[in-house]
C-alpha cells in the first residue's frame, strides 16, 4: 500500500472528524447562531454524541474518524487498475461515509429500541447518518482522491497497482474495518444505556421541580402564620325572594383563568340545576384563601377590568338549565415569597354560603380585584 494512498486515507478520517466536530461546535452556540449547526452533514446521530462534550465526544469521534480510514482504503484497493485512482478514491470517500453512518445509525436505533420500545424505531431517524455521509463523500472525496493521485516517487506511474492491498495488508483491512463497526455498534449500546440514565434522572429531577414549583409557589405555608379563615359567608343578609338562583337551585362553577399582557382573568358561572327559572342580580360574593387556609387580604371591586367589560348590576332570569356569568380581573404580580391565593370562595350573591375550589392565582396580598355583576352567559351550554 503506498505512503499517498495511507496519507489519503488519513485525510478522509480528518475530514470526517472535522465536518462532525464543526456541527457540534455550532450547536453548542448559546444562541441562534447555533442554528449554524443544520448546514452540517449530521455525519453523526445526535443521541450518539451530543449530549456530553467530554470523553464520550472523543471517542465517538475518534472511532468514527478511523473507521471513515479503514473504509476508504478498502474500497480504494478494491478499485479495478484501470479505473482513475481520482474516482476511485472519490467514490471511496462516499461510500465510507455511507457504510459508517449505516453502522452509526444502527447503533443510535438499538439505543432507541432499548431505551423507547419498538415506537423508538418509529420516531427515530434512521438513515440519516448514511445520507449525510454519503453527501459528505460526495462533497470533500475528490480531497483525498487528489492526494492519491499524486506521484509517488516509488512507482513509474500515477496509475493504481492492479493490486495495492498486498497479500498482508488485505486480512489487516478486513480486520479493521470489522473491528471498527463493532466498536461503533458496541458505542452505540453503551450510549443508549448512557441515554437511558440520563432520561431517567432528568425525569426524576423535573418532577423534583415541578413538586418543588408546586409546593413553593408564593411563600412557604407556615402553620404559625397570624390569620383568620375565610368566612363562610360574607356576613350580610342573604336575598329573601322566592325566585333567587338559591343553593337549592343554582351552583356557582369555576372557570379557566386567562390572560393577556400582564392582565389576569378569570370567569364564575352560577348554573341553574333546576326545573324552573331563577332570578339574580348585582354581583357575586368572591374572596380568596392565601396558602395558609386564612383570609387573603384582597380588595374587591364591582366594575370593568382590562379583561371584562362591567354590564352593571341587572336583575336576570337564568332558564332551567342555563347559565349566568361574572368576570373577575386584576393585574399579574410576583409571587415570591408572597401570601398568594390558593382557593376561591364565591357565593351567588353576598349573604349566601360559600362554595370553594382550590386554584394557584397570582392574586397577592394586597391586589385589586374587579368583578362584573351577573349576567346571562350565552356561549354553547355555558361554557366557553
Known amino acids: 500500500m503506498t505512503r499517498r ?37 449530521p455525519v453523526v446521530p445526535a443521541g450518539l454524541m451530543w449530549g456530553d462534550s467530554g470523553p464520550w465526544l ?19 484497493t478494491r478499485m479495478h487498475t484501470r479505473s482513475s485512482l481520482l474516482l476511485a478514491a472519490w467514490f471511496a470517500a462516499v461510500a465510507a461515509g455511507a457504510l459508517v453512518g449505516l453502522a452509526l445509525d444502527l447503533g443510535a436505533a438499538w439505543s432507541s429500541l432499548a431505551m423507547f420500545g419498538p415506537r423508538g424505531l418509529v420516531v427515530g431517524e434512521f438513515g440519516a447518518a448514511s445520507a449525510s455521509g454519503a453527501l459528505w ?8 482522491g487528489l492526494v492519491a493521485r499524486t506521484r509517488d516517487t516509488r512507482m513509474p506511474d500515477a496509475r493504481m497497482p492492479a493490486d495495492v492491498a498486498t497479500p498482508r495488508s488485505r486480512p489487516l483491512l478486513w480486520i479493521g474495518s470489522a473491528a471498527a463497526v463493532a466498536t461503533i455498534a458496541a458505542a452505540g449500546l453503551g450510549a443508549g444505556s448512557d441515554a437511558a440514565r440520563t432520561a431517567a434522572v432528568n425525569d426524576d429531577v ?68 333546576s326545573e324552573e327559572s331563577c332570578v339574580i342580580e348585582g354581583y357575586p360574593d368572591v374572596a380568596f384563601g392565601d396558602q395558609n387556609e386564612h383570609l387573603l387580604t384582597v380588595e374587591l371591586t364591582p366594575g370593568s377590568s382590562f379583561m371584562a367589560q362591567d354590564p352593571g348590576p341587572e336583575r336576570i332570569e337564568v332558564p332551567a338549565g342555563g347559565y349566568a356569568v361574572a ?3 386584576w393585574d399579574g404580580a410576583s409571587t415570591h415569597g408572597a401570601l398568594v391565593t390558593k382557593r376561591v370562595y364565591a357565593a351567588a350573591s353576598p349573604g349566601m354560603t360559600r362554595g370553594s375550589w382550590p386554584i394557584d392565582l397570582d392574586i397577592v396580598e394586597g391586589s385589586t380585584v374587579a368583578v362584573t355583576a351577573w349576567e346571562l352567559d350565552t356561549t354553547p351550554t355555558g361554557r366557553e
Not at 412557604?220 to 322566592?242: K, L, N
Open 137 to 144: 463523500g460526495l462533497a470533500v472525496g475528490w480531497l483525498p
Open 206 to 273: 423535573a418532577a423534583q421541580q415541578e413538586a418543588e414549583a408546586a409546593v413553593t409557589f408564593g411563600a412557604m405555608p407556615d402553620p404559625a402564620a397570624p390569620g383568620v379563615p375565610v368566612p363562610e359567608t360574607s356576613g350580610t343578609s342573604a336575598p329573601t325572594d322566592p325566585r333567587w338562583c338559591t343553593e337549592d337551585r343554582a351552583m356557582v362553577l369555576k372557570g379557566e383563568p386567562d390572560a393577556a399582557t400582564g392582565h389576569r382573568g378569570m370567569p364564575i358561572r352560577l348554573m341553574n340545576f
Open 327 to 329: 368576570f373577575l380581573g
Open 58 to 76: 472523543v471517542l465517538s469521534v475518534a472511532i468514527g474518524a478511523v473507521a471513515v480510514g479503514l473504509v476508504f482504503l478498502w474500497v480504494t
Open 5 to 41: 494512498l495511507v496519507a489519503a486515507g488519513g485525510l478522509a478520517a480528518a475530514l470526517w472528524a472535522a465536518v462532525a466536530l464543526t456541527r457540534w461546535g455550532f450547536s453548542r452556540i448559546p444562541s441562534g447562531a447555533a442554528q449554524l449547526a443544520n448546514l452540517v452533514p
